[in-house]
């Protein structure tokens, strides 16, 4: 049987209490690392203001919908944004443009769902200041969206957005490896925003809700049908993200009876992996169709999800961007 650290960042039990003096020694290293960074200052070859939108924790938080959001409202509001990300379960070797026809096993799954839905310049790159480099030079931006940017410290930041997770929230409350923390809670002390995926708990946080729409075909994409047309059905529903707990929920919420498959985040898929021999339709998350369309079959579908997240965000981020043009 595989050994599943996760389950233990999520309760204080033995095997997390073991690991506390590692997670403070990696803690310690990640406020020295961040440091020494810092004091090396900024490389943009452009002065113009970055949005990192990340989290403190490992594992979903919803950050892919944010961005799209966060891209689509500042094009909106006149800004020429273009993103950056690490492209996650991508083979790039250096900073490359993500385009509607790129391939997810190239440039990772999350790159290419927020690029086609988004609308707006994406390079992904190891090297994230690399990569926003690449986007500067191309003289179509004017403001940079991080995706999964808070512990990248080599960029600058005008705004930062803590993405959290309503749920789970932060586990055990201890860094890695004993709990889910990249870094310690106090982190949030110093972003310009916190997201809850799901209900606020405190005055701090902001409500985003995730909006379903109707079930596109792998097939035929051009086809759809409303996701209450399956309720009361058996289907298989597949998640390679990192919280599929959250998108099965979903799915059964609606009235759906759901056997769950949930696979790795980034998970390369196989054939065999999709095959139940049993003609029920299989539902995926946008983020895995990508990577599924060469071997898709007419009952495969997936289930796009939108940000819902009140005016006065928008309206915060203006500000913010107003104040960081003035204090230039």
């Known amino acids: 049987m595989k050994f599943d650290l996760t389950k233990h960042w999520y309760r204080n039990d033995l095997v997390s209490f073991a690991l506390w003096p590692v ?57 020429k944004p273009g993103i950056v990300s690490r492209g996650y379960g991508g083979n790039h070797q250096r900073a490359t443009l993500v385009t509607n026809d790129s391939n997810s096993l190239e440039v990772g799954d999350e790159a290419l769902v927020i690029a086609r839905r988004s609308g707006v310049p994406l390079c992904v790159g190891k090297d994230r200041l690399g990569a926003a480099n690449t986007l500067l030079a191309s003289k179509m931006i004017d403001v940079i969206i991080s995706d999964d940017g808070m512990q990248h410290y080599r960029l600058p930041r005008a705004i930062e957005i803590a993405m959290l997770d309503g749920e789970r929230r932060f586990g055990n409350g201890l860094c890695l490896p004993a709990g889910p923390l990249r870094e310690p809670e106090s982190r949030l002390s110093e972003v310009d925003f916190q997201i809850v995926t799901g209900t606020a708990s405190s005055e701090h946080e902001i409500s985003m809700q995730l909006k379903t729409g109707r079930l596109f075909n792998l097939n035929s994409p051009a086809k759809t049908k409303a996701l209450e047309s399956l309720r009361g059905h058996q289907v298989h529903a597949i998640a390679g993200i990192g919280n599929p707990d959250r998108f099965f929920n979903l799915l059964e919420d609606f009235g759906l009876i759901v056997e769950r498959h949930p696979f790795p985040d980034h998970y390369r898929y196989e054939t065999s992996d999709l095959h139940f021999n049993d003609g029920k339709p299989v539902l995926m998350t946008e983020k895995d169709a990508v990577k599924c369309g060469l071997f898709a079959e007419s009952h495969f579908w997936y289930l796009p999800i939108e940000a819902r997240l009140p005016e006065s965000l928008g309206e915060q981020i203006l500000n913010r961007l107003e104040e960081w043009r003035n204090g230039q």
Request: aromatic letters at 6%; a positive charge; hydrophobic letters at 45%.
């Open 23 to 79: 997670s403070l020694l990696l803690c310690g290293l990640a406020k020295l690392r961040r440091k020494r960074i810092e004091k090396q200052g900024h490389l943009l070859s452009q002065n113009v203001p970055v949005i990192i939108v990340g989290n403190i924790t490992v594992g979903g938080t919803g950050k892919t919908p944010m961005v799209i959001w966060l891209a689509r409202f500042l094009r909106q509001q006149g800004f």
